[in-house]
């Protein structure tokens, strides 16, 4: 029956993973924005963190999770006797499907590594394959998705290492990490010298020699200790390296690697440490994850956290992570990910039939809900809308209003001729002002279906149908001002910004919102 259930929650995630929402623009900025600029010739933005002086975001781990695969991707479109580059949405959706098999994969696999229990290993896996976070943030290309990964296969290789009870499965774990070594002692035959004599790390000292012995006196603990130490040193030279090249707009010289490197994980901390950097972001008292954002996250499996936890080195690393965190006084819930599958899998359901099921329907539909809020209708017209645009030949301009800032990478090269401004959430007068200065004249053509797309420039208005401040300007068909004409919409699309609580009420707020969801492409004219 678990297995069953189990399938059926990977279909789930598959199918969320394949649903155009958009949580954060994050998800786009920090990581297939930057690397398809490097890879395919779509014009693209970087964001602030890739371009102020001390830039705080690292490429080093942007490039295996999503240059490989554009590599990849690139390689068979040209292969296959295609011309030109690949459809950027096709790149778009190609990295969803790899972010939900590498969270079904390695996440999942972890857990069955970590859980030595079969019945607990068994409700754990669903639990959290049961998570509206597995179905959404870890199906969408966060930094810290992949950080949730990195930290679950880090408990799983340290707990390797402490199980490790003689020097050959030590020897052998550390082959596993370097292949290169193993190869090597293969084709000389003396695999069986090397387990018992050599320590593979030494291959990644340069100042070593790799037919050193290794001394019998020093332990397998201290061959590990050793092994990990040489593996982060050279992995921190690389990675510096790589962002001293990136961050460099000439070529990098030894010079620049010695005495001028770029180290984004010490910027990042310095920028952090600062709380006036952080009140641009927001700020948030200590206790915002502890109070606010876990139980976001975890929702009814938040009293299991709190009142049957099991005691594991799962739940010490997530306490220990969200204490951490919460020194930082910018906290935002997609932070907490990687303690997610590390709590779920460390708490115990109720014994008591009745508990348990009232427990497993709100669990249910507490994760049903966020499930479909924030993995279809969150944002959800943005992606589509870019696709859109990427479609319109006249299309020259492009306001987006009260959304969040769209990717400009989708728009398929688009974005040579096209202007995107992301104008958030000005007031309705300035926007106005904006659209008046950009607006094409008005044309017969502009009044007869289609023929508007025949014109050398067009003007879009992108906002969601819940923006009622431009109700009294879309029905205006006289001489004067300026004219909508809705050319594109998108129902699935719920904006959660424009909530206005204080001035409406809570009732109208969410009749406005819900009720008039959807995101709208109006094409703007003035007459002449």
């Not at 929650?9 to 958009?22: D, G, T």
């Not at 554009?70 to 292969?79: A, F």
């Not at 000439?250 to 620049?256: C, K």
């Not at 424009?498 to 003035?526: E, P, Q, S």
Request: charged share 15%.
């Amino acid at each position: 029956m678990w297995r069953r259930t189990y399938l059926l929650l990977v279909a789930i995630r598959l199918w969320f993973a394949l649903s155009p929402s958009y949580l954060h623009p994050d998800e786009n900025f920090q990581g297939p924005e930057v690397i398809a600029g490097e890879i395919f010739s779509y014009p693209v933005r970087r964001t602030w963190e890739f371009t102020n002086d001390n830039p705080i975001r690292s490429v080093f781990p942007l490039w295996p999770v999503y240059g490989l695969p554009m590599l990849l991707l690139r390689w068979l479109w040209i292969g296959n006797g295609n011309d030109g580059e690949i459809p950027p949405i096709a790149v778009f959706w190609t990295l969803r499907v790899l972010m939900f098999l590498i969270s079904f994969v390695l996440e999942d696999w972890a857990l069955h590594e970590l859980i030595p229990s079969p019945r607990h290993r068994r409700v754990a896996v669903l639990l959290v394959a049961s998570s509206y976070v597995t179905w959404t943030y870890q199906t969408h290309t966060f930094s810290n998705s992949i950080e949730t990964l990195v930290v679950a296969w880090s408990l799983v290789l340290i707990q390797r290492i402490v199980d490790a009870k003689t020097a050959s499965i030590n020897t052998d774990f550390s082959a596993a990490i370097d292949p290169a070594t193993l190869l090597r002692s293969r084709n000389r035959r003396r695999l069986w010298h090397f387990q018992s004599h050599y320590i593979s790390s030494l291959s990644l000292n340069p100042w070593l020699s790799f037919d050193t012995p290794f001394p019998e006196q020093v332990s397998p603990r201290a061959a590990s200790h050793s092994l990990l130490v040489s593996a982060a040193l050279v992995t921190s030279v690389v990675a510096i390296a790589l962002d001293t090249a990136f961050y460099n707009t000439d070529p990098v010289t030894w010079a620049d690697l010695i005495y001028r490197p770029v180290i984004t994980p010490l910027n990042n901390f310095i920028y952090n440490s600062d709380t006036a950097n952080l009140a641009q972001h927001g700020l948030h008292p200590w206790y915002q994850h502890l109070l606010a954002n876990l139980p976001l996250l975890l929702g009814p499996a938040a009293v299991l956290f709190v009142t049957k936890p099991h005691l594991s080195i799962r739940l010490y690393s997530a306490i220990s992570g969200l204490a951490v965190l919460s020194m930082f006084q910018h906290q935002e819930a997609r932070f907490l990910l990687p303690t997610v599958p590390l709590i779920l899998s460390s708490v115990q359901i109720p014994t008591n039939k009745a508990l348990l099921r009232v427990w497993t329907v709100a669990w249910i539909i507490f994760n049903v809900f966020l499930g479909v809020l924030m993995g279809i209708y969150h944002q959800g017209g943005i992606i589509p809308g870019q696709v859109f645009m990427a479609s319109q030949p006249d299309a020259t301009n492009a306001i987006w209003w009260k959304t969040y800032s769209p990717p400009i990478w989708l728009l398929n090269g688009k974005n040579e001729v096209l202007r995107t401004k992301d104008v958030m959430g000005i007031p309705g007068d300035d926007l106005l002002q904006q659209l008046t200065s950009l607006a094409t004249c008005d044309t017969p053509a502009d009044r007869r279906s289609q023929e508007y797309l025949k014109e050398k420039n067009g003007t879009y208005l992108l906002a969601p149908a819940s923006a009622t401040w431009l109700d009294p300007y879309l029905s205006n068909k006289g001489l004067e001002g300026l004219r909508f004409r809705e050319v594109w919409r998108y129902n699935q699309h719920l904006n959660l910004d424009d909530l206005d609580i204080g001035d409406d009420g809570l009732w109208n707020t969410l009749t406005r919102v819900v009720g008039r969801r959807g995101l709208v492409a109006w094409r703007v004219t003035k007459s002449c």
